[in-house]
């Protein structure tokens, strides 16, 4: 019998979701949904099905089997909730109380990371407690604690379920591993450590029987089942971000690095700041310093309070290299050299957001509104052009569905834009909340996540938008 290949092995692999969005960027982090069909201006009290009060949280909504899920924190809880898909209404919550609640960067929160589905379980993820997983009802089936991350900005990727796994990447400043358990129990079934990479925030994504991670210098694919590594390709970022995309049998990964340093050298810092001449800076003779202080954290990785030469070079060389937009070929071993690289484009870089991959052009959305379309196969910049509208910072990443894309300003101004190597901006909606949460598309429906609310548009599906 002929080996399976391409979109039906991978299906094999994976659940079907009809019109489910499983997962943070929907099936396989690709942040393509179904054709939905509403119109391309819509907000609070326009267009809308409904609208619910949710607590505050940066991740992002899945779908599946008529229910929304979502977590969030208050008053000290780790909070998982469920919510009616046709009506908002609020179906069941359930929280942990860890011991304490680190503290993290202000930009970030302790309910960061985007639940994700087989559609039997829903998998939640917290930087403070672990894995746990309930049922479509809320029932607990198990937890899994694992040790409080060390990463100065929190944590940001997300659980994904394959194969009967659910696996998480923790890339943080200190002791980066990925780890899966088996979805029914909780059990672990294998475990890498990831000593070549440091804090990141990606979420992988599966392509046929392997499980691909993107890190600091690197991207990485391991056997899915095993763990075991298959191949890397060096490759810089400032903190790995968002999920890569599958274009045929090639993976297109986006990272955002600097051919050199943006930070001084430790010996002109320690010149400068080092008061009392024992070689490193505290945080006290570092206060005052506009362009980096509010980073200390950061920098200090073994948060003692004071920098070293060692732990300034390491900050100092994050995201240095070869870095930008790349086509990898998927069926490499062991390292990949630099020339593997079918295309590379250094212009126009998400940081935060995810590139999308939709109906044959792939896209890049950056803050300032700024929007790139690019051919796939060559990597030559198509359009490039702002959303006049919605011209601030990007934290979400671009969604599509029935022809337009999605795509939502940290202020909450969301562009419409009809999708195509030359696009076109169509509508621009204002929420009037901040928006860090990455849009679903489930059901027919386009979710936004605010800062204090989860908003439904849609509801038929099936036809393509006029």
């Not at 809880?77 to 011991?99: F, N, S």
């Not at 937890?143 to 940001?156: D, E, K, M, Q, S």
């Not at 934290?395 to 696009?423: C, D, H, M, N």
Request: charged fraction near 20%; hydrophobic fraction near 40%; proline fraction near 6%.
């Amino acid at each position: 019998m002929k080996a399976l290949s391409g979109p039906l092995a991978l299906l094999l692999l994976l659940p079907l979701y009809g019109g489910d969005w499983p997962r943070f960027r929907g099936p396989n982090g690709a942040g393509v949904g179904e054709r939905i069909a509403i119109p391309a201006e819509f907000g609070p009290g326009k267009n809308e099905e409904w609208k619910s009060a949710v607590p505050f949280g940066q991740s992002s909504p899945v779908v599946t089997g008529g229910r929304v899920f979502l977590t969030g924190s208050e008053g000290g809880q780790l909070l998982t909730l469920a919510y009616d898909m046709k009506t908002g209404r609020e179906l069941w919550r359930r929280a942990i109380r860890p011991p304490s609640l680190k503290s993290m960067y202000k930009a970030n929160d302790p309910a960061a990371p985007t639940p994700a589905t087989d559609g039997r379980n829903v998998y939640v993820f917290f930087a403070d407690f672990g894995l746990v997983a309930y049922s479509l009802d809320g029932k607990e089936i198990w937890r899994h604690p694992l040790p409080p991350t060390t990463n100065f900005y929190g944590i940001g990727g997300s659980p994904v379920v394959a194969n009967g796994l659910v696996v998480m990447l923790c890339d943080q400043m200190r002791a980066s591993y990925v780890v899966a358990l088996d979805a029914g129990t909780g059990k672990q079934r294998w475990r890498r450590e990831r000593p070549e990479v440091q804090d990141g925030w990606s979420v992988p994504v599966v392509y046929r029987d392997q499980l691909i991670l993107v890190g600091s210098s690197r991207v990485d694919s391991y056997q899915l089942g095993t763990g075991e590594g298959r191949w890397w390709f060096p490759l810089a970022s400032n903190g790995s971000m968002g999920t890569p995309v599958i274009h045929g049998e090639t993976l297109l990964v986006t990272a955002s690095g600097s051919e050199a340093p943006w930070m001084p050298t430790f010996a002109a810092t320690a010149a400068k700041l080092d008061k009392n001449g024992d070689g490193m800076v505290s945080v006290e003779e570092a206060k005052g310093e506009t362009d980096w202080f509010e980073h200390f954290g950061w920098v200090d990785a073994d948060r003692n309070g004071q920098v070293d030469g060692k732990e300034w070079e390491e900050a100092r060389a994050l995201g240095t290299g070869d870095y930008g937009a790349v086509a990898l070929p998927l069926d490499g071993k062991g390292k990949l050299d630099r020339g593997v690289a079918r295309w590379r484009l250094k212009r126009n870089l998400p940081y935060i957001p995810s590139a999308l991959l939709y109906e044959g052009v792939f896209y890049l959305v950056k803050s300032g509104g700024i929007v790139t379309s690019v051919n796939p196969e060559t990597g030559a910049i198509l359009k490039q052009g702002r959303t006049n509208g919605a011209l601030g910072e990007y934290f979400a990443s671009p969604v599509a569905a029935g022809g337009r894309i999605y795509a939502v300003s940290g202020e909450g101004k969301l562009t419409v834009l009809k999708a195509g190597a030359q696009w076109e901006i169509l509508a621009t909606n204002e929420f009037g909340e901040d928006v860090f949460a990455t849009p679903a598309i489930g059901d027919g429906r386009l979710l936004i996540r605010t800062r204090g609310h989860l908003y439904s548009f849609g509801g038929a599906s099936g036809r393509r938008n006029p």
